[in-house]
């Protein structure tokens, strides 16, 4: 199979390169318009943590090496290096897209985001018509390899990222977010990933608070928050149930007297704070205080390391499913070749068979060569029962196609089912 897969991840390069390396839509089909000249089909898979192009070549010469040339070529990267590409062909290639799908070869296990963009990268392919047959078929295959995967396992469930962490261990604390406040003090990567999660739970009001204006205005804005000027934080602690931190911070910003103050307002209400800072940013003696339910890094990183174990528990059930749809990938695409075969060694046999039912046509009775017909049809079809049922067990059962490709030259060779003349020609030239 002439299937090739090429992929520079975060298992073969520094993110700085793979991020400068990554395709947008507009990128991805400009640069298939140039891949068109020289391939079949293909898709290519562009993200912040992998770029990946799959083809089928036009031969069976698996020179790779092109692809790369003109991907180097057309994205023009700095110490971009050859030994930073993968190279898999056939069913490695079709094993590694699998894998791919169903996110056990992600950065994170079991990443939800990557069976969509193996999706979307599909779309385009059939959008710009650059996608056949094989493709199709072997990425209908992935999708469903990924769609198994969420189902029938547990490769997603879990936090494995800290903000995350946070989020599920609040939703446990309170059973009904949606009557709940949020502050979220910090405005960077980790604490935009915990407003985005809290706002996705459904919690009732979210406010930001960061020492940089504009970047409080962006964040609340995309989780349609509230701002706490930063200067005037600790005065508005007492309002909130839930307090997320995760500021880049060298000192503490909210110690203890700040938050005894707040739980005292509260009237013994319940708050939850959540520091997720690195170094801390609340006073871990906070947790001293009733009513406060307290969880830094360190504690939300054990959680975290848990779910990653049962994530990678669940990798033999992935590879499992994987196999599974290996082989009935191969069992369609090795009947490609099986299918044509059979039928021109049946087409064979049936031209024999007519012409020797033209030479004694006029010399038996009508009644006589309708037997004769019917019983040669059935001695036909009774010689290449065996065969037939043999190579289909080859195509639907192999997942080798040299296996499949040996079998059918051996055939075509014996018959000479690709000579122009038929066997009928062959038998009139020796009794000639």
Known sequence: MNFVGITINHKTAPIETLESLHLNRDEIIEFISRLKENFKEGVIISTCNRTEIYSLLPN????????????????????LKNEHFRKFFSCGAVKHLFSVAAGIDSLVIGDSQI???????????????????????????????????????????????????????VEKIYSNLDKKSALIIGAGETGELAAVHLRDKGVGKISISNRTLERAEKLAEKVNGGIIPFTSLKEHLHNYDIIISATSAENLIV???????????????????????????IDPKV??????????ME?????????IQKRKNEIPKIESIIMEEMQNFFAWYNTLEIVPVIKSLRNFFDSIREDELEKIKHKVTPEDFNKIEDMTRRLIGRLLHNPTIKLRQLAEQGVNPDDIANHSFLIKELFALENKTNGAEENNKEEN
Do not use: C, W
Request: neutral net charge; charged residues 30%; without cysteine.
């Open 299 to 307: 504690s939300l990183k054990v959680i975290v390391d848990q779910n």
């Open 115 to 169: 069976l969509g963009q193996v999706k979307e990268a599909y779309e385009i392919s059939e959008d710009i018509n650059f996608s056949g047959s094989v493709i199709k078929r072997v990425f209908e295959a992935a999708l469903k390899v990924g769609k198994r995967a969420i189902k029938e396992t547990a490769i997603g469930e879990g936090a494995v990222t800290v903000s995350y962490a946070a989020v599920q261990v």
């Open 255 to 281: 110690h203890y007297e700040d938050l005894a103050a707040a739980v005292k307002k509260r009237k013994g209400q319940p708050i939850v704070i959540m520091d997720i800072a690195v170094p801390r940013d």
């Open 60 to 79: 069976y010469n698996l020179d790779s090496n092109k692809i790369i040339a003109s991907l180097l070529e057309f994205k023009k990267v700095e110490n």
């Open 287 to 296: 947790k001293e205080i009733d009513s406060v339910f307290y969880h830094d």
